[in-house]
């Protein structure tokens, strides 16, 4: 059971046999990665302690005070995973994200009964109805019929695949296809199990040639991209792409750490970066056929 920062601290002093149990900076890396909480965490709210020397994976209730300064406690792992597919900062607190989704009001009954009269099944309480009525079977995953029937792990050209989601993964994109003569025009790629509700995923970059797809991940301008749930959905996705016969490279920016065995941890992007990228393919397909498509 999660408790409170204080006693936490001490129990963890008496286990350790220290007065500071984790020096400052332990854990700061680990945090890096999420700006959003690291500017809701506030030492003066939890006995002093700064965010960098609790682990993430404790099991403490820790103050936070979101930007309209709602206060409310939660536990690391319950801040690092809130957002799920919530794209604004309101999303880490959960006043905020109950005023940006007020509650339905329940329908008012169509008659008023005698006290002591029966009412008719049909126009009962609307609550005691919902209680009763039989919960309806989860619904069936429909899967996207505009994926083409191919066999699994071709690339293709996909009319669902969104957009390029930043200026900078174009010019990533731009600068990588004058280095490398690859096949232009794909962006999906045939995967044998279902991604949400596509047998099809999107890597940002696809170099068909050498079978590696390339993903720009950085933290967003709120800090809710790539962490916390996200970055589930991109391991389910690089899982996937693994499994067809495609190997992921990484990008991570924004002090993102990385997912996979080949991920760069860049702080921007620029010639050096793309050189350490040339070096990551070789290393993946060698560099007799990475260079070989060399332009």
Not at 92 to 113: G, I, Y
Not at 225 to 253: F, Y
Request: aromatic share 6%.
């Amino acid at each position: 059971m999660a408790e409170r920062v204080e006693l936490w601290w001490a129990r963890r002093q008496f286990s350790k046999g220290a007065a500071i149990p984790y020096p400052v900076g332990s854990y700061r890396e680990v945090w890096a990665s999420f700006p959003a909480l690291v500017r809701q965490y506030h030492p003066e709210l939890n006995a002093g302690i700064v965010l960098s020397q609790i682990p993430p994976a404790a099991d403490v209730l820790l103050l936070w005070q979101c930007e309209a300064g709602h206060t409310f406690a939660a536990t690391p792992d319950e801040q690092r995973n809130r957002p799920g597919r919530q794209r604004r900062r309101s999303a880490w607190c959960p006043e905020c994200a109950d005023l940006a989704r007020p509650a339905r009001a329940l329908p008012m009954r169509d008659t008023v009964a005698l006290p002591g009269s029966p009412v008719p099944a049909a126009i009962a309480n609307p609550v005691e109805r919902t209680l009763l009525r039989p919960r309806k079977p989860p619904r069936k995953l429909q899967l996207c019929l505009k994926t083409p029937v191919l066999p699994v792990g071709d690339p293709f050209r996909s009319e669902c695949a969104p957009k390029p989601a930043s200026a900078v993964e174009a010019q990533v994109r731009a600068d990588l296809l004058a280095r490398l003569a690859m096949t232009l025009g794909l962006n999906a790629v045939r995967v044998a199990r279902p991604f949400f509700d596509h047998l099809e995923v999107w890597p940002d970059i696809l170099l068909p040639e050498l079978r590696i797809a390339i993903e720009y991940d950085s933290t967003g301008r709120h800090g809710l991209e790539h962490v916390g749930r996200r970055a589930d959905a991109d391991r389910r996705k690089d899982r996937s792409l693994r499994a067809a016969g495609w190997e992921v490279v990484r990008i991570r920016t924004g002090k993102l750490e990385p997912l996979g065995p080949h991920d760069l941890q860049m702080s921007a992007w620029n010639r050096k970066g793309l050189e350490r990228l040339i070096d990551a393919l070789r290393d993946i397909r060698g560099p007799l056929l990475v260079d070989a498509y060399l332009a």
